[in-house]
């Protein structure tokens, strides 16, 4: 009876496991889920090693109208899946941790009805500021140190590129969307240019105008030394023609032994 027993024990056991790894393996294939292409939070690996996370650098001004042209879009919907665990982009979709962002290019800040905003963006959102090109660059790009006090856990986009293109999306997400910012001038630099070689170019000129007055200094200095000179050997010249008359004089004047 005790052998038979323990092996009774030892079947169920087996059952039990058998039973376990058929359910795992059942559950695996019914609730199959992809593992995101990018994480929903970023983790700045060089910020956690005490580095600072590279970032590009601007050189002269911001120019978004020529950014947000050569945008693209669909790179900027990829983007924007990072922060679908908290936002919907639809038309009339429901808020979650952070509000619904259709049409949030020209929308007032902590506008969206029904959404409980932090104090610090309804602070930021006084005097009837809206969220257009330039301070959604700014807020994306660091929303603490934005907006500080803000309740979005979101660490940011440290990469110009993806900034620039999650605008571009979010600016599609509209039926009547906000006119893009026009490019800065290219005259401005061109002028400016022009302006340096007019200023090299007088310059110049000076330069060359001084060192002709100075050749022409040198010149008459050496024309008054010469004179002087020709005028000191006539003086000496005059006494000795003097002499020699006298001398000739006396020789005629004398009387023959």
């Not at 660059?137 to 006090?149: I, M, Q, S």
């Amino acid at each position: 009876m005790g052998d038979l027993f323990f092996n009774k024990v030892a079947g169920a056991v087996l059952a039990i496991l058998l039973v376990i790894l058929a359910l795992r393996t059942l559950s695996e294939g019914l609730f199959h889920a992809e593992a995101p292409e990018e994480p929903a939070y970023p983790i700045d690996l060089a910020a956690l090693e005490g580095g600072e996370a590279e970032e590009e650098e601007e050189e002269g001004p911001l120019d978004l109208g020529a950014l947000l042209a050569s945008a693209d879009v669909s790179a900027g919907e990829r983007v924007a899946r990072r922060c679908a665990a908290c936002h919907t982009f639809e038309e009339g979709g429901a808020n979650g941790t952070g509000p619904n962002l259709w049409d949030v290019v020209g929308r007032a800040v902590a506008g969206m009805d029904g959404f409980n905003y932090s104090n610090a963006m309804q602070e930021y959102a006084e005097g009837g500021t809206e969220w257009m090109f330039r301070n959604l660059y700014d807020y994306l790009e660091n929303p603490r140190g934005y907006v500080p006090g803000t309740a979005m856990s979101f660490a940011g986009l440290r990469q110009q590129e993806d900034r620039i293109n999650m605008i571009a999306y979010l600016h599609s997400l509209s039926n009547d969307p906000e006119p893009l910012p026009e490019p800065l001038p290219e005259e401005e630099p061109a002028e400016a240019a022009e302006a340096e070689g007019e200023a090299e170019s007088e310059t110049a000129d000076a330069g060359e105008a001084m060192e002709d007055a100075t050749e022409a200094a040198e010149a008459a200095a050496a024309e008054d030394e010469a004179v002087g000179e020709e005028a000191a050997q006539g003086d000496g010249a005059a006494p000795a023609e003097a002499e020699e008359d006298e001398a000739e004089a006396e020789a005629e004047g004398e009387p023959t032994e």
